[in-house]
C-alpha cells in the first residue's frame, strides 16, 4: 500500500469546517483514499473513502486531486466531538489484500470551543 | 445495538498467565482482525480471518492465536504473557477483505 503524510497536529474552531489534508504520491490506479478516525479511548471509526472522484456521506467530504497525489477530508462544521487522530489509508479494494488497515500517525484535530 | 463488542474492557493480569479476550460482530460481516495498539498509539494488524483463511502479521509471536467458533466470532488467545503485551487491543469486522472495518470499543491489556 502507497505511503501518506500527514500533518500531525491541526486546530479548527467550533462551527467551522475542518480541512485536513493527505499526501500520497505514490498511490497506484488500483488504490483508494480511506479515512478513519480515532476519538480518544475508543476504537478506530470509518469516515468515508474514494477512488478518484469526490465523496460525500453524512460525516465528511473528500475531496481528491485530479492526478490522485492528494487528497483533502472535509468536516463541514465542525464540533467538540470531532476532536480525534484522524488517519488517511491508501489501499486496494475489491478482492485480495487481507493484510489489515495500515496506520500511520495521523493528524490529532483539535476543535476549539 | 453494539455491532462489535469486546470482553472484558480491561485485564490485568501477571507475567507468564494465559488469557483470552472475546469479540462478537452481529453486523454478518465475513471477516474479522485483531489489532494492537502500543503505547506509543501505534496501530498494528495482527490477524485477518475469514472462513476461507487466516493471515498472520509475521511479527506477531505464536504466543497469540485467533479462536473463531462461528463466524461472529474471533476470540483473541495469549500464552506466557509478558511485560511487552501490555497495550489495546481492537478487534474489527468487515464484509470481505477490503470493505471498511468496523472496530470494536478495545480491550485494555496490563501485565504486570
Known amino acids: 500500500d502507497a505511503k501518506t503524510t500527514q500533518p500531525p497536529s491541526m486546530d479548527c474552531a467550533e462551527g467551522r469546517a475542518a480541512n485536513l489534508p493527505c499526501n500520497h504520491s505514490?498511490?497506484?490506479?488500483?488504490?483508494?483514499v480511506y479515512w478513519y478516525r480515532q476519538i480518544h479511548s475508543q476504537g478506530p471509526q470509518y469516515i468515508i473513502h474514494?477512488?478518484?472522484n469526490n465523496e460525500t456521506n453524512e460525516m465528511a467530504s473528500l475531496i481528491i486531486t485530479e492526478d490522485r497525489k492528494s487528497s483533502t477530508l472535509i468536516l463541514p462544521h465542525a464540533t467538540l466531538r470531532d476532536t480525534a487522530v484522524y488517519y488517511c489509508?491508501?489501499?486496494?479494494?475489491?478482492?485480495?489484500?487481507?493484510?489489515?488497515?495500515?496506520f500511520g500517525k495521523g493528524t490529532h484535530l483539535i476543535i476549539q470551543p | 445495538d453494539t455491532a462489535v463488542s469486546q470482553t472484558p474492557k480491561y485485564l490485568v493480569t501477571q507475567m507468564g498467565n494465559d488469557k483470552s479476550i472475546k469479540c462478537e460482530q452481529n453486523?454478518?460481516?465475513?471477516?474479522m482482525y485483531w489489532y494492537k495498539q502500543d503505547s506509543k498509539k501505534f496501530l498494528k494488524i495482527m490477524f485477518s480471518?475469514?472462513?476461507?483463511?487466516?493471515?498472520i502479521n509475521e511479527t506477531v509471536p505464536n504466543r497469540f492465536s485467533p479462536k473463531s467458533p462461528d463466524k461472529a466470532h474471533l476470540n483473541l488467545h495469549i500464552n506466557s504473557l509478558e511485560l511487552g503485551d501490555s497495550a489495546v487491543y481492537f478487534c474489527?469486522?468487515?464484509?470481505?477483505?477490503?470493505?471498511?472495518?468496523?472496530f470494536g470499543p478495545g480491550t485494555r491489556l496490563t501485565v504486570t
Open positions: 505514490t498511490i497506484s490506479g488500483n488504490e483508494y
Open positions: 480471518y475469514n472462513n476461507k483463511e487466516l493471515i
Open positions: 474489527a469486522s468487515s464484509q470481505e477483505f477490503d470493505y471498511e472495518q468496523y
Open positions: 453486523l454478518g460481516h465475513d471477516t
Open positions: 489509508i491508501v489501499r486496494r479494494s475489491g478482492g485480495g489484500g487481507a493484510d489489515g488497515l495500515t
Open positions: 474514494g477512488l478518484k
